[in-house]
């Protein structure tokens, strides 16, 4: 049996409230050995819910983007059954005082996502999915829909940062989509998604933790996804996979044939 969505829920949204939010635009950040950013806020809530987790079920690995890579490898490598948590993706966004991050939490059982939980605390947003039974945004049905667009007529989601130099250059150069944007919250930008908050997306290489949640959502509202080569995103490994996503299926597969249209070149 499952864990009880509606505990986990709880854990995650008291955890954010009480120790992300309260500390938002209040605290300095100190820099990661990989260059990301760390705050206050990430220790205190990867460490409180890591605790209500290990209470409520113990038989159930641990893993957190707060955890050195070692011990995330032998922890994929040995558990059947493991937490994935980014206990604040947006880290970013977070101390530069930007409202757009987020906390994360899936399931993970025999490689696949089962669970998949995404707390917005700034708009009081929920998103969840359970495998095989659909997709919520504060209790009501997430369900993606055809956004009628045409992909010129598109909002393109995406950071150049992580793109090869010959993709970024024809995405300039030769853009497909109306205008483009950034949020610099991976696991809000997969729930959006979802949500129709834009209509296509690309990002060059996500970490497991910012993918494991946002992929079963959008999977479980009808969206649809692959990476850079054409295979499905999630795979349980430390090894970044890049994204390509859409909520409409027509746009997905134009955006999907821009992308991975290798024969086509941009002079600069």
Not at 222 to 228: A, I, K
């Amino acid at each position: 049996m499952l864990p009880d969505i509606q505990v986990l829920k709880k854990i995650i949204i008291d955890t954010a409230k009480e120790e992300v939010l309260p500390r938002f635009n209040k605290i300095c950040y100190e820099v990661k050995t990989d260059g990301s950013l760390v705050t206050e806020a990430d220790l205190s809530a990867d460490k409180r819910i890591r605790e209500a987790l290990a209470q409520a079920y113990p038989e159930i690995a641990f893993l957190s983007e707060e955890m050195k890579e070692e011990e995330q490898t032998e922890l994929l490598e040995s558990s059947s059954q493991i937490w994935c948590l980014d206990p604040l993706d947006g880290t970013s966004n977070f101390a530069a005082g930007i409202p757009l991050f987020a906390t994360s939490l899936a399931l993970i059982i025999n490689d696949e996502v089962e669970i998949g939980l995404s707390y917005d605390v700034v708009r009081d947003e929920m998103f969840t999915a359970i495998k095989g039974q659909g997709a919520w945004l504060n209790n009501e049905p997430l369900k993606c829909n055809n956004s009628h667009f045409t992909l010129e007529q598109s909002v393109a989601i995406f950071d150049f940062k992580y793109l090869k130099p010959e993709l970024a250059i024809r995405l300039i150069l030769d853009k497909p989509y109306r205008s483009q944007r950034n949020i610099g919250a991976s696991v809000l930008e997969w729930v959006w998604m979802a949500a129709g908050r834009g209509q296509v997306y690309l990002h060059g290489g996500m970490k497991l933790w910012d993918m494991a949640a946002g992929s079963l959502i959008l999977s479980e509202a009808g969206g649809y996804s692959c990476t850079l080569e054409g295979e499905a995103v999630f795979k349980a490994t430390m090894v970044p996979r890049s994204v390509i996503i859409s909520h409409d299926q027509k746009l997905f597969l134009q955006w999907k044939a821009y992308i991975l249209d290798d024969n086509k070149t941009t002079d600069v």
